[in-house]
Each structure stands twice: as structure tokens, then as C-alpha cells.
């Protein structure tokens, strides 16, 4: 089974604060995503990643940064949190061309 | 822009058949996907149509019209574990997908 594991399920930090969120998953999956979700908004890709040491912008990617050293990790960063960027954080994977993105349990974040 | 419309709750009662439409807009298109969520939990791939017409998976069907920007999701012999949301995804290139708002279905006995 694939697992795509994240840091945390639920992260409270304060405004200003740099924020690290860790997806991990275990199928030697070259393509990784950061989505937030948000009631109303459905999911909105932040960034994704197709190889190690690359990253590309999604559709939202202001106040975000990510890094990408190993394949199996792809972490999301908030370089300075702010209360709007309180949300649920779900990282997925998948490998070449295949349909299916697979989905970690999510980290719901608030800044305070 | 880019934007996908569907309903944002549809009601169904066991038994029953449900189907849930999607609307899109985008600036690429290779492929319509369904996911469903349920409350607290990870969102989990259901299919994909590339080529317009029927993909028949168990209970669960979609459907694709390319040239009328549309899909749909059919859930057949309704069970209240299908009570969740469901969510249409565009593939706009390269697997990077844009989601619709999600649908909640709602399942009474």
C-alpha cells in the first residue's frame, strides 16, 4: 500500500513564526504536491514538485516556499505565518504519468 | 480563470441513485478525475475519464463530454458509507490538477 505520511495533524503556531510541514511517502514517487483546503474553497495546489531539487508554483503559492532534497520528502514552508494562511494542508504523490494522487491524513494548521 | 462547478450538496436515501455533475473551465485539459472525502479524512482517487464517454467502476460510474466541458459522477445502489464529499479535478498538464468546490452528499436510510 501506498503510505504518504504527514508531520503532524494538527500544528498551532503565532503570526510571525516560521512554520515546517513534512510530507513523507514511501513509494518512490517522483511527482509531490502541496494542496490547502479550505470550506467552500475545495483543494488549491501551493506547489509541486516533479524530481528531487525541482519545484514549480501552483495556483496559490504566495507566503509559501518548499524544498525538495531527498525524493521521498517534499516539506512546505511558511517563511513568516499569518492567520490567513490557517487551514488544512494535505501533500500527495504519485509517479509518472499515473491518474491517481495519493493523499497524506493532512495537517490542520492555526496561526494565531 | 480557471473554474470547476458543482453542487455544493445533493441528499439521497439507501438504495438510491445519485449523480453528480461537473462543470469546467480551464486552460488545459487532459483528463477529468473523482475524489471523495469523508469528514476528517484524506481525500481518495475514484476515476478518470481522458476520452469522453462512460468508465463504469463497481457501484460507481463517470462520465465525460470533452466538447461540452462536462462530467459527472454516478453512485448506484446508494450506501450511508457513501455519505462524503466528492470532488471533480481537472488535469490541466504534467498531473497538476485544479479541484472543483466539492459536493456533499448527504445518504438517510
Known amino acids: 500500500d501506498v503510505k504518504v505520511t504527514q508531520s503532524s495533524r494538527y500544528l498551532v503556531k503565532r503570526t510571525g513564526e516560521k512554520v515546517f510541514l513534512e510530507c513523507v511517502q514511501d513509494m518512490d514517487h517522483e511527482n509531490m504536491f502541496w494542496y490547502r483546503q479550505d470550506p467552500g474553497l475545495g483543494l488549491r495546489l501551493i506547489y509541486f514538485?516533479?524530481?528531487?531539487?525541482?519545484?514549480e508554483k501552483g495556483d496559490i503559492p504566495e507566503g509559501y516556499s518548499v524544498s525538495r532534497e531527498k525524493k521521498e520528502r517534499f516539506s512546505l514552508i511558511l517563511e513568516s505565518a499569518s492567520t490567513n494562511q490557517t487551514s488544512m494542508y494535505l501533500c500527495?504523490?504519485?509517479?509518472?504519468?499515473?491518474?491517481?494522487?495519493?493523499f497524506g491524513p493532512g495537517t490542520r494548521l492555526t496561526v494565531l | 480563470g480557471q473554474s470547476l462547478e458543482q453542487p455544493s450538496e445533493v441528499t439521497a436515501v439507501e438504495g438510491a441513485i445519485v449523480q453528480i455533475n461537473c462543470t469546467y473551465q480551464?486552460?488545459?485539459?487532459?483528463?477529468l478525475s473523482w475524489y471523495q472525502q469523508h469528514d476528517g479524512g484524506a481525500p481518495t482517487f475514484l476515476s478518470y475519464n481522458a476520452l469522453d464517454g462512460l468508465e463504469e467502476t463497481g457501484r460507481f460510474s463517470s462520465f465525460l463530454s470533452r466538447s461540452d466541458s462536462y462530467g459527472y459522477l454516478l453512485l448506484q445502489e446508494l450506501q450511508m458509507k457513501d455519505s462524503a464529499s466528492y470532488f471533480c479535478a481537472v488535469n490541466t498538464g504534467f498531473q497538476k490538477l485544479v479541484f472543483g468546490t466539492g459536493t456533499r452528499l448527504l445518504v438517510s436510510p
Open positions: 480551464t486552460s488545459g485539459f487532459y483528463g
Open positions: 500527495a504523490s504519485t509517479f509518472g504519468n499515473y491518474n491517481e494522487q495519493f
Open positions: 514538485s516533479y524530481d528531487v531539487k525541482m519545484k
